[in-house]
């Protein structure tokens, strides 16, 4: 396992500014984290429903190692909390999932969602302004006709660079419960929203009407034995997708077969262990994100305790189980009361498919090496993220004696949570979003 090291002077703090106490207010807390195609941007959504686009610098002679380092960019409001008076319902302005599309002009596009509304949106820069126009002075007030003399021909004039963020698509009124994944098609022309219960596939350009594409809704609610998790299409063949339960299990889904995939082309499911069969055993077997591989090969699934790699022509077995935080397992009883056990960590790959990483509790966060079978403990914090600075492993002690460099079981902190991460597509670096701060990892050996 490569070593990572701190290549930012400072961690971000997009998403509002921390109080002399150390608290937080709750619309600030990052919800999402996503690279675009290139890796030059990197966005991040908030509970307060706000986008923060971070850019990356370029490289210049006097500072070469100054290449990688992320500045603010452009930010602007995404969502706005709304209320539903048919249903008496506050509709929440978080930012749920963030997906870029390819960079096709001069312009960055990104779908943004909240529980309800997908919006998409352009990024664009401006640095021209015109000037000298006949019906309007330069405020933009409206000339009186009578006063006008001369026939003026508008010039374009150098302005200071504005980024400018427009919605030019609002996906509404589509679902009737939490859109949990958006997932952009490898056609560019489509992209499907998921919630718990149906999956739905829009064209970019028609905002009015999406084609239901998968419905597990029963016709007596009081049959719903599991629900949607996460969606994503395959990364090649725009006729795939893959979703995964509540139940643990994995649906490969090929809209070539039929208009409704109600019938899976693939099931991919592992059977309970009875040894560790408890309480808990239907909670922790939920899924909470599912992510093809770059190649197309393979599926990561994330669980409460574990990640699994999937291959697709295996669907009896994971082949590759690792154990995020194994010694949680005896904490499931106090997990459960604080509501912790409901927490929803994402998964992403490398660039490579060769490294995954998770996050865990106290702003942990977990890599595995897949070649190797390598793995390590990393820490987000302040404390020991000092400049270009190297990250030392971190280890948990389950019982017995405590070496000086491990941490406690009973002392691990399980308000401080890494659910959200990102990795960059061909470079090591990363994004961990702790709470309201942004982490920012390059490799050492870049």
Not at 329 to 334: A, D, F, P, Q
Request: net charge neutral; with cysteine; charged share 25%.
């Amino acid at each position: 396992m490569k070593c990572f090291s701190r290549y930012l002077p400072y961690l971000f703090r997009p998403h509002g500014a921390l109080c002399s106490a150390g608290c937080h207010a709750e619309a600030d807390i990052i919800s999402t984290v996503e690279f675009n195609h290139t890796g030059e941007l990197l966005a991040t959504g908030d509970k307060g429903g706000r986008v923060v686009i971070f850019q990356r610098e370029q490289e210049s002679k006097n500072q070469p190692h100054r290449r990688g380092e992320y500045n603010v960019y452009s930010t602007f409001q995404s969502h706005e909390p709304e209320f539903d008076y048919l249903k008496s319902l506050e509709i929440e302005e978080k930012i749920n999932k963030i997906r870029w599309l390819p960079q096709q002009n001069a312009a960055y596009f990104l779908l943004s969602t909240n529980d309800k509304t997908v919006k998409l949106w352009k990024v664009s820069e401006r640095d021209k302004r015109p000037e000298g126009y006949n019906l309007k002075d330069e405020d933009g007030r409206l000339r009186d006709p009578s006063m006008i003399t001369v026939l003026r021909v508008p010039v374009l004039r150098p302005m200071d660079l504005m980024v400018e963020a427009t919605p030019r698509r609002v996906f509404a009124n589509a679902h009737t419960y939490h859109i949990n994944s958006i997932s952009v098609n490898s056609d560019y022309e489509t992209y499907m929203s998921a919630d718990d219960l149906r999956i739905n596939l829009w064209n970019f350009e028609i905002t009015n009407q999406s084609f239901n594409i998968v419905d597990i809704k029963p016709a007596n609610m009081e049959e719903l034995t599991e629900v949607i998790t996460a969606a994503e299409f395959h990364p090649h063949h725009c006729n795939t997708f893959v979703y995964s339960s509540s139940k643990g299990t994995i649906r490969l889904c090929d809209m070539r077969a039929a208009a409704l995939c109600d019938r899976h082309a693939k099931f991919f499911e592992e059977p309970e262990d009875p040894s560790n069969r408890s309480f808990f055993s239907e909670i922790i077997s939920s899924i909470s994100d599912v992510k093809f591989s770059h190649s197309g090969r393979y599926i990561m699934t994330r669980d409460y305790l574990t990640v699994k790699v999937w291959d697709l022509n295996m669907e009896n077995r994971p082949i590759e189980t690792y154990q995020v935080h194994d010694y949680l397992r005896s904490k499931l009883c106090s997990l459960y009361e604080n509501d912790c056990i409901f927490d929803k960590f994402e998964c992403v790959w490398n660039g490579s498919d060769s490294v995954i990483m998770t996050g865990s509790y106290n702003n942990f966060f977990r890599m595995f090496d897949r070649n190797t079978k390598r793995d390590v403990t990393l820490e987000a914090s302040r404390e020991n993220s000092k400049p270009r600075a190297i990250l030392k492993p971190r280890k948990v002690c389950v019982g017995g004696k405590r070496r000086k460099d491990e941490i406690s079981v009973d002392s691990l902190d399980f308000s401080k949570k890494i659910l959200h991460t990102a990795w960059h597509p061909s470079e090591n670096i990363i994004a961990v979003a702790a709470t309201n701060n942004l982490y920012i990892f390059q490799d050492k050996v870049n």
